[in-house]
RNA sequence: CGCGGGGUAGAGCAGUUCGGUAGCUCGUCGGGCUCAUAACCCGGAGGUCGUGAGGUUCAAAUCCCACCCCCGCAA
């Protein structure tokens, strides 16, 4: 990579933290890490540094977390401070987590880039990995552009496939997303300082959306065809889980599925069809089309386990109904 | 001091309300049945009931006190 550049990294989660790891280890010259504040996290409360801060300080590298980027305002104003002390010729941003002003984006000389978990322009937005899955798609991949002031509508630089398959979770491909995001953005900011990169503009009539995770994401519906319901569960796999209520009120979330049958069709969605507790055993739930064998569950309260174990503990019958 | 559940055999649980023989579904070991089996039958091993030479009691998994650890929710 090259001599001198100076660059800034803003990012938060251990998706962002992979890129900064790769971006460190070829010499870049990071000058600096933004990342969020330190926010209460867990039991009791505890506060949390993100992931990006804690590798930034082993690495030994400056932090700044503002709690705001807005002019304007007391963090905002020191922080358009701090961004002409470090004087970057590229600022580079993974799911940082903040709109990034106007101020920001047009200071860098090479401009900022962006690696954004989907094929742009599909699937714009916040959660586009774990949308990916639940929609079903057999692919996705990452996109890096050149930040623009609307939501992820920057021209496009470089692009790179990543297959799902069938039962792969949000862990996977969030882990297998997170290292092809490190490697395109090396090849990006290499590109990008030898120029050998056209920038491409998004054709915004293709433009989907991948909203955020809500709560009401996190429910299974079993009146839906069985497919869709495990991509569902292994698109909220491992966090935040899809959950179903039990008889008695209590609710169990299912960490791990496949599909058992895809055409017969049932009376009662949510009907738990059969029980098999050899091996890591099974609990067979009927959808409306087909039915899906739940692998591993966590009962509320408890810890997770393999569907055999929560058979053993008499947690579920056949003929009960979930939903 | 955010809310809540829990710690009982290798696993998952019941038993605690109302103190009185340590139980269930599995696993495991041995034997049997079977063409055969993850099926079935018979038998065995395996537990300081989280910790405290704590408190109460004739008697504590169970009641009281203190502490440790795990987990779910919410963020």
Request: glycine share 10%; aromatic share 4%.
């Amino acid at each position: 990579m090259s001599e001198k550049l100076r660059i800034l990294f803003m990012g938060t989660p251990d998706f962002a933290c992979v890129t900064l790891r790769a971006l460190c280890e070829s010499n870049a010259g990071v000058v600096g890490v933004v990342t969020q504040p330190d926010k209460p996290k867990g039991r009791g409360y505890t506060l949390m540094p993100p992931p990006v801060k804690v590798y930034a300080e082993e690495r030994g590298l400056p932090v700044y977390q503002p709690t705001t980027l807005k002019a304007g305002t007391e963090d905002g104003d020191a922080f358009a401070l701090t961004l002409r002390e470090l004087n970057p010729d590229l600022i580079v941003v993974v799911a940082y987590g903040k709109i990034l002003p106007g101020y920001v984006l047009d200071y860098p000389r090479l401009g900022c880039v962006n690696v954004h978990g989907s094929l742009l322009p599909a699937y714009r937005g916040a959660a586009p990995m774990q949308r990916a899955i639940i929609d079903g798609c057999s692919e996705t991949g990452i996109t890096t552009m050149l930040m623009a002031a609307g939501l992820d509508t920057g021209d496009m630089l470089r692009k790179r496939v990543v297959p799902i398959g069938e039962n792969d979770n949000f862990e996977d491909i969030h882990d297998r997303m997170a290292e092809v995001g490190a490697v395109l953005l090396l090849e990006t900011v290499e590109g990008l300082v030898a120029g050998t990169i056209t920038p491409e503009p998004q054709d915004d009539a293709l433009a989907t959306y991948a909203a955020k995770i809500e709560r009401e994401d996190c429910a299974l519906d079993f009146s839906r065809p069985a497919g869709e319901v495990h991509n569902r569960i292994r698109g909220l796999s491992p966090i935040p889980l899809s959950s179903a209520a039990m008889p008695g009120g209590k609710r169990v979330k299912i960490l791990a599925s496949l599909v058992a049958d895809d055409r017969t069709p049932h009376e009662v969605p949510g009907e738990i069809l059969s029980l098999d507790s050899t091996g890591e055993g099974r609990v067979e739930i009927a959808c409306a089309v087909g039915s899906i064998y739940a692998l591993r569950l966590l009962p509320e309260g408890k810890g997770r386990m393999s569907a055999a174990d929560f058979i053993r503990g008499r947690r579920v019958a056949v003929g009960d109904i979930w939903g």
